[in-house]
């Protein structure tokens, strides 16, 4: 422990000058101690932060040696028991839960390469248990879940600043292919997507693209943006309903629609008398002043 002998200040670890006053200095490594390296690896600028370092291999170290004496442990439970017990489950439950803890220290921290490995694991560990348990078809849902997931919200963080228009159209195009190959799942034909699914998707989207556009290049209040959002909402209800009654051929318009249909119509009038005032308002402010 050593400090500044010009201002006091606490200096860290292989510290070559103070961080307050800058001053040089000159004490032997012994009295200044070894720079500390954080326990996940980071970058920073120039920086090199050694990959392995003591205080992270000991946790490694203490993490795999946990894993195998819980699987050890497992393994003599099941010899145990004769055959009525199956560990594999729970084997494979500890292995992919020990690598979701050992990622974050072997490879740089950086959310879209973390979150990538933790949605490659999450899809082996569900293909796993579909394996050791009786084979069902949710296992398809998840791993398409999981790919649309990746899409949402890592992809965007591959794209560089200027293009991320690009993974939004990504986003909206995949979002209506899921919708699509749900449906496939099922009985391997096309019913309910193209009827219901994709043009209700295709309401929602319009009708969150005016308010982007409206939020792009007008003036919105924070309510104005809460109201677009429930509206589009509505909206997206209101579309359910109707293609839905389509979809079986039915002489109504609405049925539990009808409510989220007027709440829709006066939410959007609201929003176009708030539009009407504000101009309003600031025509005669500009004129008196």
């Not at 109201?227 to 209101?238: P, R």
Request: hydrophobic letters at 55%; a positive charge.
């Amino acid at each position: 422990m050593a400090y500044c002998v010009k201002c006091g200040v606490k200096l860290e670890g292989g510290s070559q000058a103070c961080p307050l006053c800058n001053t040089k200095v000159v004490a032997p490594p012994e009295i200044i101690g070894e720079e500390k390296y954080p326990l996940l690896v980071k970058e920073e600028g120039k920086i090199f932060h050694p990959l392995f370092d003591k205080t992270r291999k000991g946790i490694i170290e203490l993490v795999l040696a946990f894993m195998v004496i819980a699987v050890i442990t497992l393994i003599i439970t099941a010899i145990a028991h004769k055959g009525t017990f199956s560990p594999w489950l729970a084997i494979i439950s500890i292995i992919f839960g020990g690598l979701y803890l050992l990622i974050p220290l072997i490879v740089k921290v950086n959310y879209s390469k973390i979150a990538t490995y933790y949605l490659i694991l999450s899809g082996l560990l569900v293909i796993g248990i579909n394996l050791l348990v009786e084979p069902e078809g949710w296992v398809a849902i998840v791993l398409l879940s999981l790919g649309l997931f990746w899409v949402l919200a890592v992809v965007p963080f591959y794209f560089p600043e200027g293009k991320r228009y690009l993974s939004l159209l990504l986003s909206i195009f995949s979002i209506a292919l899921y919708l699509v190959l749900l449906d496939a799942l099922h009985d391997n034909l096309l019913s309910w997507s193209l009827s219901i699914g994709l043009p209700t998707y295709g309401v929602v989207i319009v009708s969150l693209g005016f308010s982007a556009i409206r939020i792009k290049w007008g003036t919105p209040t924070l309510s104005d943006i809460i109201i677009s959002i429930v509206l589009s909402s509505c909206w997206g209800v209101v579309a359910g309903d109707f293609f839905h009654l389509r979809s079986i051929h039915s002489e109504r318009f609405l049925t539990w629609g009808f409510s989220p249909f007027i709440v829709a119509l006066l939410l959007l009038i609201i929003l176009i008398l708030a539009v009407i005032f504000r101009r309003v308002r600031n025509f005669f402010t500009n004129r008196l002043t």
